[in-house]
């Protein structure tokens, strides 16, 4: 079983956004402006970020990272089962890998392999 490891929330405004779930929810954020405007987001359970709205992350479309240990054979798995590989692996900084993919239904999530050891 392979666990949800981040979540991505599409924002209009990451500062309000952050307001309201911290309201409502308790959740703390961290706003960052580099390498690239982002709110880290803690969850609780889980972590996630807040990503300002463009091309590819449109308002209801939040997406779930999943773990992997072998991105391009889980893309492989997920394409022979149904799914559509949205990407290639691809680096994130030196934090880890990840790829995007649809499910047989389009709903678009990602893999994620992370470069450090928690």
Do not use: C
Not at 29 to 58: C, E, K, M, W
Not at 82 to 97: I, M, N, Q, T, Y
Request: no cysteine; hydrophobic share 40%; glycine share 8%.
């Amino acid at each position: 079983m392979r666990p949800i490891v981040h979540f991505e929330i599409p924002a209009k405004d990451r500062q309000v956004l952050a307001q309201f779930f911290h309201d409502v929810f308790g959740w703390t954020f961290d706003h960052r402006d580099a390498p690239a405007p982002y709110t880290l987001v803690n969850a609780g359970n889980v972590s996630g970020g807040l990503t300002d709205i463009q091309d590819f992350y449109q308002p209801g479309h939040i997406i779930l990272y999943l773990e992997s240990d072998d991105i391009d054979a889980d893309l492989r798995r997920i394409e022979a089962n149904g799914g559509k590989a949205l990407s290639s692996r691809f680096p994130v900084g030196d934090f880890g890998e990840m790829a995007f993919f649809a499910d047989p239904s389009g709903n678009r999530l990602a893999l994620w392999r992370s470069l450090r050891s928690e």
